[in-house]
């Protein structure tokens, strides 16, 4: 018996890093879900899954779901840029989602799907229910390629009780698009 518990040991250990090795390759974001809880948004709006939520466009764009190779799940929202000197869209829910006072955060992945790396502001706007805006800020990234997450904690002030988005950039030409998916603010 002496003899026995350590060898039971080195088994368990053996099987213990092998099952984690062999967990390696899939121990990405497909088992470990990250996905934050909590979104002022809804569903479709964050993920782009079963429509294009409350996204339209706004100016110099054209707005579709995008199915390959989203962020997370199936599809993305995939901003087709339609002329020069600028583009944005925006949610078509005015005056916006139910947002209260205090931190909040706010987070989106975007890459650039068609073109090269251009810039892209997201715009927090946190108003009244009249729809006045109290503050504003604006979350600033340069996407390429790679999916890439552009995040910033921020706080709306007293009196907040809607928030609002706008995504715009000052680049890019007909023909540049860019995917974002996952969009939350918390
Ligand atoms: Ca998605």
Not at 36 to 60: F, K, M, R, S, V
Not at 75 to 97: C, E, H, K, M, Y
Not at 116 to 133: C, E, P, Q
């Amino acid at each position: 018996m002496k003899g026995a518990a350590p060898s039971i040991v080195r088994v368990g250990a053996g099987a213990l890093i092998a099952a984690a090795l062999g967990a390696l390759p899939a121990c990405g974001p497909v088992v470990v879900d990250h996905t934050p809880e909590g979104n002022i948004l809804d569903a479709d709006t964050e993920d782009l899954e079963g429509g294009l939520g409350h996204w339209q466009a706004w100016y110099a764009t054209d707005l579709s779901r995008s199915t390959g190779g989203a962020r997370r799940g199936r599809a993305s929202l995939r901003i087709a840029i339609t002329a020069s000197d600028g583009w944005g869209v925006q949610l078509d829910n005015w005056p916006g989602f139910g947002a209260a006072p205090g931190p909040h955060r706010v987070e989106l992945w975007a890459r650039i799907a068609a073109g090269s790396a251009l810039d892209l502001d997201t715009s927090v706007h946190w108003r009244d229910d009249a729809g006045k805006d109290l503050e504003s800020r604006v979350v600033t990234a340069r996407p390429g390629g790679d999916w890439e997450k552009v995040g910033s904690d921020l706080v709306a002030p007293l009196g907040t009780t809607r928030v609002w988005l706008e995504i715009t950039g000052s680049e890019g030409r007909a023909g540049d698009a860019l995917e974002v998916d996952e969009i939350f603010v918390l």
